[in-house]
């Protein structure tokens, strides 16, 4: 797995993504449940906590799940601390709202992920191809991007079928850029650059 899999993703990787996400949260009715999220191939975890960061800003109670096949890059997402270049890019007032700063002298200069940020965000280890997974949560939005290009067409029409599954009517699917399998899908229709609306009746 670690041999056929990139690990490559960033903070807001793909900002148009979360700009969609905060405006649809903005638009939610206010209700007494958190906003669900999944992101289901979250590698070392700057798209989870990139939503996370989203919620937060928002002023939305957020429950987000992140799964990824990797336990290394799990590991890593749990542990949330990330290269000082990588989160400068994130902005000043970002960095300093959801992260704490590590110096040279406590262990090497680093962010590290604040725990309001980290409490909101659940981790597991999850293969999306695992014929056995069986979908046990409903969610407002799931992030599946960079991922389904590893699979063949059957691997990725089974898994959207799952989505479907698990997304609330409504609800939106994110793909990554090159990915446009859920087009022609009778669950999802286009919604925006890389979203997909959940539609139709529960499949
Ligand atoms: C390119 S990264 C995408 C990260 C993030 N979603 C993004 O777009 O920035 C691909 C991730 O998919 C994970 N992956 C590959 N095959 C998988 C599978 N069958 N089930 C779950 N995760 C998988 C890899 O471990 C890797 O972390």
Redesign the pocket.
Known sequence: ??A???????FF??EHDFAQLTERVRAMPRRATPVKLW??????G??PYSAAMVLREVGCAGEILA????PE?LAAARRGIYALEAAEKLGEERLRRHFFMRGEREGGAAALVRTELRAMVRFEQ?????PDWRPVERFDFV?????M???DRAGQRRLLDRLAAVIAPDGLLFL?HAEASALGHPSFVPCGKTAYLRCGPDP
């Open positions: 797995m670690n056929l899999a990139t690990r490559v993703t960033g990787r793909e992101s289901c191939a979250c590698s070392t700057e798209e799964t990824d096949a990797e890059a999850r293969n999306l191809l695992d992030f599946c991007r960079n991922v290009i590893y699979f990554g």
